[in-house]
């Protein structure tokens, strides 16, 4: 049977505020992480949009490591995972094309030596 002290009902009532408030933040945090994992996953997006969506993951995931809503080792698998997806995109696009056509600039000529 529950406890009916008055500071058992009032920790009661706090521990209710508190677990709707960590659902939230926990909630939000896989949203801005599904996010990140399709932008990723998307050919469309465009890098910029990548980057800002895994950045506001990451700060959502820190955020909630620091209020300790998650586990902090919890929160540092999670952007690990997320870190690996953009590696492994970044390795696999070709780099940029230098110049109006793509093609690659000159090198300019060394400097002569001085005696």
Do not use: C, F, W, Y
Request: charged share 30%.
């Amino acid at each position: 049977m529950a406890k009916r002290t008055a500071s058992a009902k009032k920790q009661a009532r706090a521990g209710g505020r508190r677990s709707a408030r960590n659902r939230a933040t926990r909630s939000e945090v896989k949203t801005l992480i599904i996010k990140a994992r399709r932008s990723l996953r998307g050919s469309g997006a465009e890098a910029g949009d990548r980057e800002t969506s895994l950045l506001s993951a990451i700060q959502s995931l820190d955020r909630a490591a620091a209020k300790g809503v998650l586990h902090r080792n919890n929160a540092a698998r999670r952007k690990s995972r997320l870190a690996r997806q953009m590696a492994k995109l970044a390795a696999a696009a070709p780099p940029p094309a230098k110049g109006k056509k793509g093609a690659a600039a000159p090198a300019p000529a060394p400097a002569p030596k001085k005696k």
